[in-house]
């Protein structure tokens, strides 16, 4: 047997009610139950023993759990791939009943306070011989078929596994969706760092100015007049230095004005300008 059935089994077995109990085995063996149904809350037996006039309708109920119980369960066992697949399998997965436990709930009953039973027979004291037979076949049952476990507690197999199918998708699509925007995400950063770059590229670099070349220097004509031979103002080629504030810089330990006098009068001389005042 499963785990499931030793211990509802021994549950009914703490009862002290050995030779009722002991029939009860005998008579499912045999197969004096015609017939067991298994649904939400509720075990239903038809039960003939071989003193009985008629069959005898059995009945073990335990709480079903509601909507928000089987809704913690089942988000617990998609978390969890080996009871999913087990699931989908048509297995029942060892351990799930810890699931149940972590919710705050248990899979099977733990006292005889969370059953109710009666049985058409009435006879005294209960449980019966018949619904000792019940309890047996039932015990059996979930030994053939775990999901009756469930079916008991309010989620049939059918209901469980499409539950779960959807929960699984729903995961799988969220999982993927956030897969998306990382990406997406992680595109945009480095495009931006591309263009970043591209930018930084694109960008002229100053064009180095040498300060011997004074009209790239100063940004202005060094045109002395409208023809080579006409007289600069003040009769000096360098005289346009003398109207101007001398700039902080050097040229190789030489004050620039000086350099700049130097170009000028050598412009002057090339040009034919007399530089004498």
């Known amino acids: 047997m499963t785990d499931f059935a030793p211990a509802f089994l021994g549950m009914f077995e703490a009862l002290r009610m050995g030779p009722t109990f002991a029939r009860g085995r005998r008579d499912e063996r045999a197969g004096h139950v015609r017939s067991l149904t298994v649904s939400s809350s509720l075990a239903v037996a038809l039960v003939r023993g071989p003193d009985d006039p008629v069959a005898f309708r059995s009945r073990v109920a335990v709480r079903a759990f509601g909507a928000a119980d089987w809704a913690r369960v089942e988000s617990a066992l998609v978390r969890e791939a080996g009871f999913v697949a087990g699931l989908l399998d048509g297995r029942m997965p060892p ?28 006879r005294w004291p209960m449980p019966c011989v018949h619904l000792a037979t019940t309890c047996y076949a039932l015990a059996r049952r979930f030994e053939s078929d775990p999901f009756e476990v469930f079916a008991w507690r309010g989620r049939h197999r059918d209901e469980l596994l499409m539950r779960l199918r959807r929960l699984r998708e729903a995961a799988a699509v969220d999982a993927a969706e956030a897969g998306v925007d990382a990406s997406a995400a992680d595109r945009d950063a480095a495009g931006a760092k591309t263009a970043s770059r591209a930018g930084d590229a694109a960008e002229p670099e100053p064009p180095l100015i040498d300060p011997e070349d004074p009209e790239a220097f100063w940004g202005i004509s060094l045109d002395l007049g409208e023809s080579a031979g006409e ?32 170009a000028f009068r050598s412009f002057s001389d090339s040009s034919g300008v007399d530089r004498t005042g």
């Open 231 to 262: 007289e600069p103002v003040g009769g000096r080629s360098d005289a346009l230095l003398d109207q101007l504030d001398a700039p902080r810089l050097a040229h190789r330990g030489r004050p620039l004005t000086e350099v700049l006098r130097a």
């Open 95 to 122: 351990g799930v009943e810890v699931v149940f436990a972590e919710a705050g709930l248990t899979l099977l009953p733990l006292s005889l306070d969370e059953v109710a039973m009666d049985c058409t027979c009435e």
